[in-house]
């Protein structure tokens, strides 16, 4: 009887989590009006989520302990024959949360069949039925746009260089309450023709109206129309709450948290500053940060940050290679056409912020935003050339 009871008990126990995980599965509301439409859905993701989590249920993770050497960018590693599943603790309970999914086995079963090692053609017939020949820009193509906000929102978009297929991604963005909106999709990654790798992001996440609409807008087109030297787009401008993004709090990590986030630095350089401070710079492959210490080298904070590798996306998820009119779009364009100095006013003066300008070199362009958030300036600097974003510049004045 008592081995019985130990039994049962531990039954029980994996029952309870397995419902505390179908519970976090995604925490998306009930289905909107788009299943129809043909469209990545709640409903289709939850389902597949559903399924692969009851899976996992009563087996024990390839990289069993789980400790901090399994923390990435995307939470703590959990490794399983076919996927690799990220949570935000190194042991499940009922209070852990899935943050993503990354596949790794080319028989796991998958929304609308398409695995891993498929060819990259079933993408376009699966999303892109609305731009089957892929018109748009030369780095992205529109798949789809479905705005049923207040409800939800729906798009897909492909990445290309030279022709060639790279990636699609499908964002799912469904109304969580408050003000809330669910940030959540699939990316596909191809590579030679095929499908070599697929993440679902974004589970937990959760974003503001303003950034779907600036979403929908970015993809779908309709913010540029360019009037004189500036775009239109009634996003909101550049914030407080763009000082966070993916896993990155600017106003709070710590030199330890970066890396984390970008793994040990290739290169560290140390100079004292005018008021008899520290500037610390951490150089790693396709990011810079400067943390700023006080005379003692004491207190920490980060002044700047800047991204110029791919697979680090900035605020309101703009990304290395995107195109100027589509970062343009994702924050506040007015479309004055004002000119302050020989940069083009966005919003705002120009000299108090909050501002955003818009300065034009020949090919290159640098899109410059600034906010105050309590005592302290901080700006927002893109660079582009040959219309593409090159370099993300995010720090503190």
């Given at each position: 009887?008592?081995?019985?009871?130990?039994?049962?008990?531990?039954?029980?126990?994996?029952?309870?989590?397995?419902?505390?995980?179908?519970?976090?599965?995604?925490?998306?509301?009930?289905?909107?009006?788009?299943?129809?439409?043909?469209?990545?859905?709640?409903?289709e993701?939850?389902?597949?989520?559903?399924?692969?989590?009851?899976?996992?249920v009563?087996?024990?993770p390839l990289?069993?302990?789980?400790?901090?050497?399994?923390l990435?960018?995307?939470?703590?590693?959990f490794?399983y024959?076919a996927a690799t599943?990220?949570y935000d603790?190194?042991?499940?309970?009922?209070?852990?949360?899935?943050n993503?999914?990354?596949?790794?086995g080319?028989?796991?079963?998958?929304?609308?069949?398409?695995r891993?090692g498929?060819?990259?053609?079933m993408l376009?017939?699966a999303?892109?039925?609305?731009?089957?020949?892929?018109t748009?820009g030369?780095?992205?193509?529109?798949?789809?746009?479905?705005?049923?906000l207040?409800?939800?929102?729906y798009?897909?978009?492909?990445?290309?260089?030279?022709?060639?297929?790279q990636s699609?991604q499908c964002?799912i963005?469904a109304?969580?309450g408050?003000?809330?909106?669910?940030?959540?999709?699939?990316v596909?990654t191809?590579?030679a023709?095929?499908?070599s790798?697929?993440?679902v992001?974004g589970?937990s996440?959760?974003t503001t109206?303003?950034?779907?609409?600036g979403?929908?807008?970015?993809v779908?087109?309709?913010?540029?129309?360019?009037?004189?030297?500036?775009?239109?787009?009634?996003?909101?401008?550049?914030g407080?709450?763009d000082?966070?993004?993916?896993r990155?709090d600017?106003?709070?990590?710590?030199?330890?948290?970066?890396?984390?986030?970008f793994?040990?630095?290739l290169?560290?350089?140390e100079?004292q500053?005018e008021?008899?401070?520290?500037l610390?710079t951490?150089g790693?492959?396709?990011?810079a940060l400067?943390f700023?210490?006080?005379?003692?080298?004491?207190?920490?904070?980060?002044?700047s940050l800047?991204?110029?590798?791919e697979g680090?996306?900035g605020?309101?998820?703009?990304?290395l290679?995107m195109q100027?009119?589509?970062?343009?779009a994702?924050?506040?364009s007015?479309?004055?056409g004002?000119?302050?100095?020989?940069?083009?006013?966005l919003?705002?003066d120009?000299q108090?912020p909050?501002f955003?300008t818009l300065?034009?070199?020949?090919?290159a362009?640098t899109?410059?935003?600034q906010?105050?958030?309590g005592?302290?300036t901080f700006?927002?600097h893109?660079?582009?050339?040959?219309g593409?974003?090159?370099?993300?510049?995010?720090y503190?004045n």
């Amino acid at each position: 009887m008592p081995c019985r009871g130990r039994k049962e008990w531990k039954m029980m126990k994996k029952r309870t989590l397995l419902a505390a995980l179908l519970a976090l599965c995604f925490a998306l509301p009930a289905p909107a009006l788009a299943d129809a439409a043909g469209v990545l859905t709640e409903t289709e993701l939850n389902t597949w989520l559903s399924g692969l989590l009851m899976s996992t249920v009563g087996q024990t993770p390839l990289n069993a302990p789980v400790g901090e050497e399994a923390l990435t960018q995307d939470g703590y590693a959990f490794m399983y024959d076919a996927a690799t599943l990220y949570y935000d603790r190194p042991a499940l309970d009922q209070n852990s949360r899935l943050n993503a999914i990354s596949v790794t086995g080319e028989t796991l079963a998958m929304p609308r069949n398409i695995r891993l090692g498929a060819p990259a053609d079933m993408l376009l017939s699966a999303y892109g039925w609305q731009n089957p020949d892929l018109t748009g820009g030369e780095t992205f193509a529109p798949l789809y746009v479905l705005d049923s906000l207040p409800d939800a929102a729906y798009w897909a978009w492909a990445q290309r260089a030279g022709g060639a297929l790279q990636s699609v991604q499908c964002a799912i963005h469904a109304n969580m309450g408050g003000g809330r909106y669910t940030d959540a999709g699939i990316v596909y990654t191809v590579q030679a023709g095929e499908i070599s790798a697929i993440h679902v992001y974004g589970i937990s996440a959760a974003t503001t109206l303003e950034a779907v609409q600036g979403n929908l807008a970015a993809v779908g087109g309709d913010a540029p129309a360019e009037q004189g030297v500036t775009l239109q787009s009634t996003a909101e401008p550049f914030g407080q709450s763009d000082l966070q993004f993916g896993r990155m709090d600017f106003l709070t990590l710590t030199e330890t948290g970066a890396g984390v986030l970008f793994g040990t630095p290739l290169t560290q350089d140390e100079v004292q500053a005018e008021d008899g401070g520290w500037l610390h710079t951490l150089g790693y492959a396709g990011a810079a940060l400067v943390f700023e210490l006080d005379a003692q080298r004491q207190n920490p904070h980060l002044t700047s940050l800047s991204l110029t590798g791919e697979g680090f996306p900035g605020p309101r998820g703009l990304l290395l290679g995107m195109q100027l009119e589509q970062a343009l779009a994702l924050f506040r364009s007015e479309g004055s056409g004002l000119l302050w100095g020989n940069a083009a006013l966005l919003y705002g003066d120009g000299q108090q912020p909050p501002f955003g300008t818009l300065e034009r070199d020949g090919a290159a362009a640098t899109v410059r935003y600034q906010a105050l958030v309590g005592d302290a300036t901080f700006a927002l600097h893109l660079t582009f050339t040959d219309g593409r974003l090159s370099e993300m510049m995010l720090y503190r004045n």
